[in-house]
């Protein structure tokens, strides 16, 4: 069974049909279309050719950006952990700065309480002497009455 398209979807359709009348072709018209078969021949040929040939280019291009890609992938991820590294770096240095400060205040406050303590201690000092100085010449005025009055 042929296959043949609706003419009420796709209208009539008519194929060229080479009437011969039992007598052979001239060789004009044989002549004209193995002419006119040569140059579709030829376009299609150079058609193929300009189709590869762009198929090249479009793969070649495509290999490149895929190399330009990966070059970019690599740079990102070497720019990335180097960032990374110098974060952690700073990070590190950051809690040593603030350990030290720690230990600092730590320093500062024991010797305030140092300082402190030696003022108390002096302060105490300094009463006591009073007294001694005092108790001192309460004795020195006891002696001196004691001489006047012997």
Known sequence: MARTL???????????????????????????LEAQIEAVNQKL??????????????TAGQKALGEQIKILAETTA???????SKINERRMAEAKTQELFDRHNQLINSFEGRIHHMQKVATEQEIKLMNY???????LREIRNLKKSN
């Open 78 to 84: 070497k720019q990335n952990a180097t960032i990374y």
């Open 133 to 139: 100085q005092a108790t001192y010449e309460e004795v």
């Open 6 to 32: 609706n003419p009420q979807l796709f209208g009539p359709t008519e194929t060229p049909i080479l009437k011969v009348d039992g007598a052979p072709l001239q060789e004009k018209q044989i002549s004209e």
């Open 45 to 58: 040929d150079r058609w193929a050719h300009l189709m590869e040939q762009k198929i090249q280019k479009l």
